[in-house]
Each structure stands twice: as structure tokens, then as C-alpha cells.
């Protein structure tokens, strides 16, 4: 029996977490992504969450490469996201929270540094 689009969605089960709840000290390989990809490899089995894996894996294996390939690694996260990922949702939730973690990090650090030097000319 075919369910509607209502049925369908009210079936997927998405846990999404706080951007400012993740920890620095979390971080084992320095990069959101990398612990997020990792982790979900071990848990998902899923063959669409597989095909993203085998995608990312060679270009996210550190933090300068994350950085270089930033464009590719979300593009190719944002297209799993259709109904028929659905069961890959929660991992694929998490690690669009973990790149925007990863990507955040550098900036927010840069930021900090150029501010201080900026309020001198207020």
C-alpha cells in the first residue's frame, strides 16, 4: 500500500541538536565532519548514506581539505536530502551540523582576532 506524502513524512524521525552544545573537546580527528563521518560510517548502512561516504571520504580526510572542498562537501550532503534518504536522515542532519561546526570554527577564530584591532577605529 502506497502512503501519501503526509504519511510518509510523519514516519521520518529527525533529532536535531544545538549548534553551541558541541563541545571543542569532542573533537578526536579536529574536525566536526571528520568524528561525524566517522561515526556515522560505523552506525549507517544505509546504500545512499554509503555512496556519500565513498564520495566525501578521500577530499574530508583533514581540516585544510575540508576547508578546500567545503563547496563540494555540502552540495553533495544537501542533494541526499529526498524522501527516499529518509532513513538517513539523523546522520545526514548531523553532519550538516558538523560541517557548519568545522567551517565555523576557523571563522570564528579569524573574527576574534580582526576585532579587536577593528574597535580601535570606532
Known amino acids: 500500500m502506497t502512503q501519501n506524502f503526509s504519511e510518509q513524512i510523519s514516519e521520518v524521525r529527525v533529532t536535531l ?9 569532542k573533537c578526536k580527528t579536529c574536525s566536526f565532519f ?36 567545503q563547496d563540494v562537501l555540502v552540495q553533495s ?7 527516499q534518504s529518509k532513513n ?6 548531523d553532519l550538516l551540523e558538523a560541517i557548519i561546526s ?11 582576532l580582526t576585532l579587536p584591532s577593528t574597535n580601535k577605529f570606532i
Do not use: G, M
Request: with cysteine; charged share 30%.
Open 102 to 112: 568545522t567551517l565555523l570554527e576557523p571563522l570564528l577564530s579569524t573574527a576574534s
Open 88 to 93: 538517513s536522515f539523523e546522520a545526514l542532519f
Open 34 to 69: 571528520k568524528d561525524a563521518l566517522l561515526k556515522w560510517s560505523e552506525l549507517n548502512f544505509r546504500k545512499d548514506f554509503i555512496d556519500y561516504v565513498s564520495e566525501v571520504r578521500e577530499i574530508s580526510e583533514t581540516l585544510p581539505q575540508i576547508l578546500l572542498h
Open 17 to 25: 541538536n544545538r549548534l553551541n552544545q558541541v563541545k571543542k573537546s
Open 77 to 83: 550532503l544537501l542533494r541526499r536530502f529526498c524522501i
